[in-house]
């Protein structure tokens, strides 16, 4: 062993350690060891940034845009919104549903991503049918991990080792080569959590208490005597409706009713709006009305009118606009300048974008002729409108204070009427991917482009729901699979490796590799330990003189299988805390999980990607 190979050994020795006690920064110490490599004459300047330039750090960092991109569409949110009401109440659906939807997202976007996206989701479907999210959130963050198993771009170790094949000149994974394992590994995953879920909580304890304490859209109208007062009517293109300004219908005037909100298709765009007196109202549009009085024929209505009923449970009608449109309930202060005033008087809509469509005042709910009811100091109003509008009512709290912002306004999407656009981004990214035509960076490159052309998300956000610190570690940790590679490290692990198997065949030494991954991902993240083995894996096959394929899938495999310690990964991190885990409990259940995932790889990689001999040069 020579000085210098024991330099890059003690360095990184003292990485691990601080990696697991977590101080400094794990970015920040992979920049000191960056700076240490080239100080003590072990790498060239050329070596120590080569990461810079690499081309898995720079499709890593796309991924992140892609991911966002889907995420403030609401792709991700619809999605987990159908697989909720494709469940119902019963759990062992919900966990079925749930793994597999979490898993395919997951492929395409960042599994820390996809799990945090579901985590306010899945809170409340386990408080809405009593079940304990302890029973979901090792689930949630199992399907997470799996997810990296499931394409090319899903977790950056695939990344990763699929730059090294190319680097070292040999042909690449294509997107599709995880997906077999990554299936298998999802059914096993998903019967396993079927029998695990005993062991994680009670049915009924345990329920999350601080969504569960907050108040939903139902509750609200119903506190508000309001789940009789909406209706949906649709202008026919024989309504008279059609083509006339919202300040020249007769809705107000002689039947008492207020239009709340248009629901407008436009090409593949799905626009909720804002009414205003100057809107002009389109053939099929969908207005969502407020009755102040019950005994209101809507059906006359629409006879009157020609328009057409769509039938709405009460009060539904807001749950399945929720990304978009919402509640808000508020209290007037006592020096706001619509005491005494009527909202009609304070022209509240105007000013604020949003309406007023109930009162309650000293807790007795008002529901006639709202708009021409004096406001009161301490009157409680609830209002709607879009969700943009709402977050700008904390700029008049002279007018009012919010009192109650409703579990929904978690699932707003940021920018409503792109989800076609980026659905479409996706598809040419992943399209390209497959067909080979361009590199993958480049590939990904083209998706941001288009999903930043179609304003799915803009630059600046795109450069801040990249998690730099995590390139910061990848790009840290490049040079050390150089500088172990250089000094000879790589040639004894992979010379260790062999002795301890002696002469057997090359499926019992993929065995001990993946398994010797799996200890060593206990201690480092993932990423930085598909870097540092992945030299390994290529000696090895050097070695044996086969390709090296079925040991690069072997590391990238057993790097994802960060199921044992809540410190493994930071998807595991994440569920920690809503599922109320200990530190044994990721072991009591991620270890056996981990077991079965080692016997998959070592049965199901050699048949995928045989021991193929290579010719000798």
């Known amino acids: 062993m020579t000085p210098q190979l024991i330099a890059v050994l003690s360095l990184l020795a003292v990485c691990v350690f601080f990696f697991v006690i977590n101080k400094p920064r794990m970015d920040v110490v992979a920049l000191l060891a960056m700076l240490a490599l080239p100080l003590f004459g072990i790498l060239t300047l050329e070596e120590t940034f080569s990461g ?77 049918i009593g079940v304990s999210p302890a029973k979901l959130m090792m689930p949630l963050s199992f399907a997470g991990l799996i997810s990296g198993m499931m394409s090319l771009v899903a977790t950056p170790p695939n990344m990763v080792m699929n730059s090294i094949l190319t680097r070292e000149d040999f042909e690449g994974f294509s997107f599709f080569d995880f997906t077999p394992i990554g299936l298998a590994v999802l059914v096993a995953g998903i019967l396993y959590m079927l029998y695990a879920r005993r062991f994680l909580g009670n049915a009924k304890k345990d329920a999350p208490r601080e969504r569960a304490n907050r108040t939903n859209f139902q509750q609200l109208l119903e506190r508000y005597g309001l789940t009789w007062r909406d209706a949906v009517l649709v202008v026919t293109p024989q309504s008279p409706f059609a083509g006339k300004k919202i300040s020249e219908l007769p809705l107000r005037e002689k039947h008492r009713a207020d239009i709340i909100c248009i629901d407008r298709r436009e090409r593949l765009n799905r626009r909720l709006i804002d009414p205003a007196g100057g809107t002009v109202l389109q053939a099929n549009d969908a207005l969502l009305i407020d009755f102040e009085r019950e005994d209101t024929d809507a059906d006359e209505l629409c006879r009157l009118y020609r328009l057409r009923r769509v039938p709405v449970d009460d009060g539904r009608y807001f749950q399945h606009s929720e990304r978009e449109f919402g509640l808000i309930e508020v209290s007037v202060m006592p020096d706001s300048p619509l005491v005494d005033q009527t909202p009609l008087e304070a022209k509240f809509r105007t000013r604020y974008g949003m309406s007023v469509i109930g009162i309650l005042r000293k807790h007795k709910a008002i529901s006639q002729d709202i708009v021409n009811e004096k406001l009161h100091v301490g009157d409680m109003l609830l209002l709607s409108g879009s969700w943009k509008a709402a977050e700008g009512l904390q700029l008049h709290r002279k007018s009012f204070i919010v009192l109650n912002v409703p579990v929904e306004f978690e699932n707003k999407t940021a920018v409503p009427g792109r989800a076609p656009y980026a659905l479409a981004s996706l598809a040419v990214m992943i399209g390209l991917m497959i067909s080979g035509v361009v590199p993958n960076v480049l590939a990904a490159l083209v998706g941001c482009l288009m999903m930043l052309g179609a304003r799915c998300i803009d630059m600046d956000r795109a450069y801040r729901c990249i998690n730099w610190s995590s390139l910061i570690l990848i790009i840290g940790m490049i040079p050390f699979a150089t500088a172990l590679e250089k000094t000879g490290g790589v040639e004894i692990a992979a010379g260790a490796l062999m002795q301890v198997c002696g002469d057997a065949n090359p499926r019992v030494i993929l065995a001990a590799l993946m398994a010797f991954t799996m200890i060593v991902g206990l201690f480092m993240s993932n990423t930085v330990t598909a870097v540092l083995l992945a030299p390994v894996a290529l000696t090895l096959a050097r070695s044996l003189g086969v390709e090296p394929y079925p040991f690069a899938m072997g590391i990238a495999v057993a790097a994802s299988t960060a199921f044992m310690t809540p410190v493994s990964s930071p998807v595991n991190t994440l569920v920690l805390g809503p599922g109320r885990y200990r530190f044994i409990d990721f072991v009591k259940i991620g270890v056996p999980f981990s077991v079965i995932v080692w016997i998959i790889g070592v049965f199901l990689i050699p048949l995928l990607f045989p021991f193929t001999p290579v010719p000798a040069a």
């Open 52 to 128: 810079f330039s690499d081309a898995s750090v720079i499709l890593i960092g796309l991924m992140f845009v892609i991911g966002e991109g889907l995420v403030r569409t609401g792709v991700s949110t619809d999605i987990g919104a159908w697989i909720l009401k494709k469940a119902g109440g019963n759990d062992t659906k919900l966990i079925v549903f749930m793994m597999t939807a979490v898993a395919l997202i997951g492929s395409v976007m960042s599994s820390t991503g996809i799990v945090a996206l579901f985590i306010p989701v899945v809170l409340g479907i386990a408080s809405k």
